[in-house]
């Protein structure tokens, strides 16, 4: 399950962000983007999970190219940890977090509120936290929430967009550890953007991003 | 730039802003009627065992809202129309015709045109607005972009249930309308000769109601319900950026429901009622 990304090229309309970016990911890598304000990281995530138009280039995954309307099955297993925001308001956080399995899987609600309950604990979620509305969590638990959600389908790759903001370095340490963790058991290729050391520390690669590409290295 | 040209521009300008409305007005109409057609076939995964139970926890919490809740404002508008009809009546004609003509005035009047009325109107007021709100927000807070990363279709979270509950709430609305209004009138009339019983009251009223009445406010009902969800979330999506948008989106949505809706009233009504 490497990520195989080949010359992609990231424009919007008044603006080209990316141009001929290759990158191979292994399922058992972590790889840190330093990403700087305004940089573009956000959109590199984005690219490569194929949620933005105008993205050209390949990025193949099962033999998949995620740029080219995948299939449902693939599409939910492309766990996207945001930056901010990212929960359905509809929804309560046991309810966000099984979503997407409750949406596409054949698996019976006990199995999905075992796998739930499973994921919550590594990072720390509570009945009182599940029975929150998105509206009542904080960042840093809306972001976990988020990474809970990304992690429960288990997925084929995971993105994850600046996890560090509102987090002690301890708090980080164990978040990422964690993430490492289901990452041993469920191999899979994560990238992640960051400002953080205590990530580049924990990265099997690094790269930071100038001139629209990615050079390896974090300073 | 000479003056000629300058003339040239205003009147191109006048062209232009004649032709606005009408375009932006058959845009909103075919993106309307396309929006019925996305619902339609959204609805289909209403059959997928997997998305069976969220369509119907969200269904049953629109109608709770939208129908249910809506049985004190309804009743309460029901209540002063029906006493007012009434007291009306009192003044103007003599008992004894008024015993006679009242279930034919209230069919007439009630049940035919204001219970659908005003019924459309408080859905729109009470909750096509709030549905209006709430899809603005979703836009202005990108949750349709994570729902398409999970691979889930918006118009099934949102639309559907809406879609569905709306029709079904007008119904209910319709019933407690014309039910209270009956109640409050017979209060009226008992109040002035309380040797009436409402049991034949009732069933004088109930004589003058055709299957033609029930038919044509159950047509009236599901189309403008289902016409009144979809304008609704039709405007609350075009909402983009900035929360401006969204009460822009609410002004635009009610505006062309309050239209759509009484317009659909008027036609339904004299194709119906038209000797």
């Known amino acids: 399950m490497t990520l195989s990304i080949s010359n992609l090229t990231i424009e919007y309309p008044n603006a080209s962000v990316f141009v001929g970016i290759d990158l191979e990911v292994a399922p058992n890598e972590l790889v840190a983007v330093r990403s700087e304000v305004l940089d573009g990281g956000t959109s590199l995530l984005k690219g490569i999970a194929g949620f933005l138009n105008g993205v050209q280039g390949r990025v193949l995954l099962q033999g998949i190219n995620l740029l080219d309307n995948p299939p449902t099955e693939v599409i939910y297993r492309i766990g996207y940890v945001y930056e901010a925001l990212g929960l359905v308001s509809l929804f309560n956080v046991r309810e966000n977090i099984a979503l997407p399995l409750q949406f596409h899987s054949k698996l019976t609600h006990e199995e999905i509120d075992a796998r739930v309950v499973a994921v919550g604990e590594r990072f720390g979620l509570n009945e009182s936290i599940y029975r929150m509305k998105p509206h009542e969590l904080n960042d840093v638990q809306t972001r976990l929430v988020n990474l809970a959600r990304a992690l429960v389908v288990r997925p084929l790759l995971l993105l994850v967009d600046e996890l560090e903001g509102g987090m002690s370095d301890a708090y980080l340490r164990d978040t990422i550890d964690a993430i490492r963790e289901h990452q041993q058991q469920y191999p899979m290729p994560v990238i992640m953007t960051t400002m953080s050391d205590e990530i580049f520390n924990r990265a099997d690669r690094v790269y930071r991003i100038e001139d629209r590409n990615l050079v390896q290295g974090a300073a | ?275």
């Not at chain 2, 932006?24 to 019925?36: C, K, L, V």
């Not at chain 2, 729109?124 to 209006?132: C, D, F, Q």
């Not at chain 2, 209910?172 to 000769?193: E, G, P, R, T």
Request: net charge neutral; proline share 4%; hydrophobic share 55%.
């Open chain 2, 1 to 275: 730039m000479s003056s000629v040209q300058e003339e040239k521009q205003g009147l191109l300008g006048i062209v232009d802003a004649i032709g606005r409305f009408p375009r932006e007005a058959f845009s909103t109409w075919w993106d309307i009627i396309g929006m019925i057609s996305i619902a339609l076939t959204a609805s289909k995964d209403i059959f997928k065992p997997s998305q069976r139970p969220i369509f119907w926890e969200l269904f049953k919490d629109q109608l709770y809202e939208t129908g249910v809740r809506a049985v004190y404002i309804n009743g309460m508008i029901a209540m002063f129309i029906g006493a007012l009809m009434m007291a009306r009546l009192f003044a103007y004609f003599p008992k004894q015709v008024l015993s006679t003509q009242y279930a034919y005035l209230f069919v007439v009047v009630v049940v035919r045109e204001l219970g659908p009325l005003i019924s459309g109107i408080i859905l729109i007021a009470r909750s096509a607005t709030a549905v209006t709100s709430k899809i603005g927000n979703l836009r202005v807070r990108r949750e349709f972009q994570v729902l398409h990363g999970m691979g889930i279709n918006p118009v099934f979270l949102y639309l559907v249930p809406v879609f569905f509950a709306f029709p079904i709430s007008l119904c209910l609305m319709l019933i407690y309308f014309d039910f209270i209004c009956i109640l409050s009138a017979f209060a009226v009339i008992w109040y002035s000769d309380p040797d009436v019983s409402f049991l034949p009251f009732l069933s004088s009223i109930l004589e003058q109601i055709s299957l033609n009445e029930i038919g044509i406010n159950a047509v009236k009902a599901i189309l403008g319900g289902m016409l009144i969800g979809v304008i609704s979330i039709h405007f609350g999506a075009k909402a983009t950026d900035s929360f401006e948008d969204i009460s822009e989106a609410i002004s635009n949505s009610t505006t062309t429901q309050l239209m759509a809706f009484f317009l659909l009233n008027v036609v339904l009504s004299l194709l119906a009622y038209t000797q």
